[in-house]
């Protein structure tokens, strides 16, 4: 992995067209912003790790249609 | 064609029902062909999204709006250009339902809805940053409040 010290308001430019920009450092938080083109997603990771838990966890379920039939 | 399935073992489908979706289903990236097998029971709003891939992978779907009306999500225009979707009209959302033993305790993936464009049947799952929703959400909400 790379790993680059920057300070507040200094940035990080991955290819040509993104950019990551330290706004600010407080707390043991840093706020950084992001530029992107628009076709590119942007996600917190924690997001995606819980999405995938779901996914392993409902991957394992199974439904009896009947069962459902007065649920709602 | 016939298919071996998770639930239903072999079953006969049609080609042009196959939808792709070119990166899979988060944490299963190498499934990218599935099948929505439809309860046949019209009041009943529980499917099944079968993996081509691999027989014994299905998820059980739920169209999110039959129980959360005011379900509101924004589709990015990566996904957009992705799923070559045109107009809203071809655009039909599910999400993933994850089933405990105790049914009246099942949850839907509000975050990681499955968006799928039926015109070219093409379908991803989008990982929604809103906190307004979790990957958790209680389905039948307004049972469990009464208790």
Known sequence: MLILTRKKNESIMIGDNIEIVVTDIQDGKVKLGIKAPKNIDIHRKEIYVDIQ???KVAADGKIDFDSLKNLF | MKINTKNFGEIEIEEKDIINFPSGILAFEDQNRFIIIKNNDEENPFHYLQSLNDSNLAFVIIDPFVFKKDYDINISDSIVEKLKIKKPEEVKLYTIVTVPKDLKKMTANLSGPIVINTTRNLGAQIVLDDNRYST??????????AI
């Open chain 1, 53 to 55: 838990n779901e996914n």
């Open chain 2, 136 to 145: 958790k959400h209680p389905i039948f909400e307004k049972e469990s409040e």
